[in-house]
């Protein structure tokens, strides 16, 4: 079936970097955008940006610093999110999901910041 | 930015009755081209991530009951669960995924009363 299957949680210090995964399985990889998207401790989803899987293209959302960087390996494909110097402001869950409006969705990876 | 908004920001119904949610969006999401509004509805339960139960406005995702439904155009929309069940409670979003950055409604949550 179709899937998207996460890295899993972690605990960083400030100024840390982390890099969560996303694996996908059950489809063509590269036929679906693949987007990510964030939701701080008790708010909503928001939208980080998405990446082109066919060409690795990436789209940030406008607020989003030069931390954030979106990848691919697509020989195993796998979208990764990298975040470098990290805040505690960035505590989240951070989800991968497929297409444009997102249908399938990672279980998410908890990320927390904390000294 | 395209701003979604929702109301109301909480709802408590009682089991087998209707439960409404709006929706407006800050500008149109209805893309003349193709004549579709580029607006879906997510469930959101306490742990999981958003499910995709509503796209096109209206159209229902496969699997999603037949109770959910979604209408509008342009700025303004709905989900309207016809009968509340037990397991309906969760948080409620709508989304636009017209132009980027795609945004989302602060969320309805959803509880029996």
């Known amino acids: 079936q179709v899937q998207l299957v996460q890295s899993g949680s972690e605990l960083k210090k400030p100024g840390a970097s982390v890099k969560v995964s996303c694996q996908a399985s059950g489809y063509t990889f590269t036929t679906f955008a693949m987007n990510w998207v964030r939701q701080a401790p008790g708010q909503g989803p928001e939208w980080m940006g998405w990446?082109?899987?066919?060409?690795?293209?990436?789209t940030y959302a406008q607020g989003l610093t030069g931390r954030f960087v979106f990848s691919l390996d697509t020989s195993v494909s796998t979208a990764f999110l990298q975040i470098s110097s990290l805040k505690a402001e960035d505590t989240a869950v951070y989800y991968c999901a497929r297409g444009n409006p997102a249908d399938v969705w990672g279980k998410g990876t908890t990320v927390t910041v904390s000294s | 930015d395209i701003v979604m908004t929702q109301s109301p920001d909480s709802l408590a119904v009682s089991l087998g009755e209707r439960a409404t949610i709006n929706c407006k969006s800050s500008q149109s999401v209805l893309y003349s081209s193709d004549n579709e509004n580029y607006l879906a509805w997510y469930q959101q339960k306490p742990g999981q991530p958003p499910k995709l139960l509503i796209y096109?406005?209206?159209t229902r995702e496969s699997g999603v009951p037949d109770r959910f439904s979604g209408s509008g155009s342009g700025t303004d929309f709905t989900l309207t669960i016809s009968s509340l069940q037990a397991e309906d409670v969760a948080v409620y979003y709508c989304h636009q995924y017209y132009r980027t950055p795609r945004t989302f409604g602060q969320g309805t949550k959803v509880e029996i009363k």
């Open positions: 990446i082109n899987t066919n060409t690795g293209n990436p």
């Open positions: 096109w406005a209206s």
